[in-house]
């Protein structure tokens, strides 16, 4: 695995670091606006003082600090294979770019002992598309995220789960793993695009010194799940639920018609969703990487504290 000199000094030194996905840039956006999100991602973990990490595979390299010039590949979006947990190690053998999603992101910051990761919605428990010839299968579509979080200590900051998924389900799925999700300044998980999604959160915390404060206790505890801490999209960009419901549900029906399944399932799904909400979908999207990135920003500032406490008593 390759850090980057930027990111590993700032490891070594307690400075804050925030990790970033890559398959949100090659695979979740269109171009133009994957490279909007990427320099509005970069910017606001810079200007909040933390040092940004992009994770990836580079031409078979796992890395963590992905440079500019590498960026530019994954922006083209050519020929990027998108890259889950289990996908690193062949990935890397066969020598390809891989954008990692937020199960192979995990693996590779925490290798690189970071503790914050900024995304925009995590994966989670498809819904059912009732007329494939997957609806006969007893096993749903579950994305990797969802286990490689239940095993991976950091706290992921996003905007909750991806609207094209099923919510309640999902949510399930977190309890049972002894993830916790933590609303920043919400009592109510966001539904991504949208502000709300009437699903109470059991926990809701003010600031990022209150969610460092619960991430110590998590650490001291030596429990080795995530911790979720999800906030709405910016007020001016999120859409009506109704809208983005109507939308997620001509998605599926779509999705079921063309017969798409497996890991290009999401990928496919928003991009569908785009086309139906009239682009409105990406600038949300794009708006909320970005206070996402910032959050987390935030947050890993208050854990950089602890080090600079230390270091002040010695
Ligand atoms: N959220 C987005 N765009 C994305 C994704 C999430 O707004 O592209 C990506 C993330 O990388 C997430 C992945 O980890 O989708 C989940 O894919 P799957 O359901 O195949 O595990
Ligand atoms: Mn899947």
New binding site residues.
């Given amino acids: 695995m390759r850090v980057s000199p930027a990111v590993a000094a700032a490891v070594r030194d307690g400075r804050p670091v925030v990790a970033l ?1 890559s ?2 840039f090659a ?3 269109p171009r133009p606006e994957n490279r909007e999100a990427a320099r509005r991602m970069l910017a606001a973990v810079r200007t909040r003082g933390a040092e940004p990490a992009l994770t990836a595979i580079a031409a078979g390299t796992p890395v963590v600090g992905l440079e500019d010039d590498d960026l530019e590949r994954f922006l083209a979006r050519d020929g990027v294979r ?1 890259v ?1 947990a289990r996908d690193l190690a062949p990935a890397a053998a066969a020598g390809v770019d891989g954008a ?4 192979a992101s995990l693996v590779l910051a925490h290798a690189a002992r970071i503790d914050v990761l900024a ?5 989670g428990v ?1 819904r059912v598309a009732p007329a494939t010839a997957h609806a006969a299968l007893p096993v749903r579509d579950e ?3 969802l286990v490689e979080l239940a095993r991976t200590p950091m706290i992921v900051v996003c905007a909750g789960a ?1 609207s094209i998924l099923d919510l309640p389900a999902t949510m399930e799925r977190l309890e049972s793993l002894g993830i916790a999700v933590v609303g920043y300044r919400v009592g109510e998980l966001p539904g ?1 695009l949208t502000s709300g999604t009437g699903i109470s959160l059991s926990w809701r915390m003010e600031s990022a010194a209150e969610v460092a404060a619960a991430w110590r206790v998590e650490r001291s505890l030596g429990r080795t799940e995530a911790m979720i801490v999800v906030q709405p999209p910016p007020a001016s960009s999120a859409l009506p639920r109704a809208l983005v419901d109507a939308a997620v549900d001509r998605a599926l029906e779509a999705a079921t018609g063309a017969n798409v399944a497996g ?1 290009a ?3 496919w799904l ?1 991009g569908r969703l785009e086309q139906e909400t009239g682009g409105a979908s990406l600038a949300a ?1 794009v708006a909320l ?1 970005e206070s996402n990135a910032a959050l987390a920003a935030e947050i890993a500032v208050e854990l950089a504290t602890d080090v600079e406490i230390v270091r002040a008593r010695a």
């Avoid at 990692?100 to 199960?103: E, G, L, N, S």
């Avoid at 995304?119 to 994966?123: A, M, P």
């Fill in positions: 996905e398959s949100v695979q979740g956006l998108k889950s990692t999603t937020v199960a995304t925009g919605g995590i994966g498809h994305s990797a995220d991806k991504f890991a399932l999401t990928p928003l999207n990487l």
